[in-house]
């Protein structure tokens, strides 16, 4: 089983080549996103070599080819790259098997056009890769369109891949919180979803009965229907 999360990076593309030219340089605070994403997706303590991997571009020299691109195509606006995620359920995958269902999902989600870094971080319970792609397209210069279509691809070629490895896969997925509210919680901040949760929890622990327990959240304002 593996949940899969995307969102792009902002900046500009001027930025980056003065950073990269000169590496004595602060990151641009504009460009911060950019450098913790492909500095993040290759650190050393979260992966081994061996689980990074390069797609339409070199290891070493992956950020100057995908800001070549940028140049190449004149392509400094909106978006400068993606950052994708794809996490396993602990203990269901070998690293190795993780790494390899990561680079075949980049491949197939974006290697026909775009240049990528797929890394396995191994630093958790939970193995997961990370995607770090160019928006500009090396082959035609053509951005990287972001739709609901191609979130919905994503998580059908995840859950194919895990499937023809032997993976669970979640037969009903729930549609996941957005990135700020995932971040709220991940921070232990209140958010509408925690506290239902820890409602409907409250609800079930001090319940003697299916009556009790909507009698209870109905008292909390919460609409219920307790009939199916």
Request: net charge positive; aromatic share 12%.
């Amino acid at each position: 089983m593996a949940t899969t999360k995307l969102w792009h990076i902002a900046g500009r593309l001027s930025d980056l080549i003065d950073y990269v030219e000169n590496p004595k340089k602060t990151v641009p605070k504009e460009q911060q996103d950019f450098f913790n994403v492909f500095s993040y997706v290759q650190r050393a303590d979260k992966t081994k070599n061996e689980y990074v991997t390069a797609i339409n571009c070199l290891k070493s020299t992956a950020l100057q080819q995908m800001i070549l691109t940028k140049k190449q195509y004149g392509k400094d606006d909106g978006y400068i790259a993606w950052h994708g995620y794809q996490s396993f359920k602990p203990g269901e995958v070998s690293p190795d098997i993780c790494h390899k269902i990561g680079v075949e999902l980049a491949k197939e989600m974006w290697g026909d056009r775009f240049q990528i870094i797929v890394t396995t971080h191994l630093d958790k319970g939970h193995l997961h890769n990370h995607f770090c792609y160019n928006s500009v397209s090396y082959v035609d210069g053509g951005k990287y369109n972001y739709s609901k279509k191609e979130r919905q691809r994503m998580m059908q070629i995840s859950d194919r891949l895990c499937y023809e490895y032997g993976l669970s896969v979640i037969a009903n997925p729930h549609k996941a919180p957005s990135r700020p509210v995932w971040l709220d919680e991940k921070a232990g901040k209140p958010t509408r979803y925690n506290v239902y949760r820890s409602d409907v929890q409250a609800a079930i622990d001090g319940s003697r009965s299916p009556a009790y327990m909507e009698r209870y959240l109905n008292r909390l304002g919460y609409i219920t229907d307790f009939t199916g």
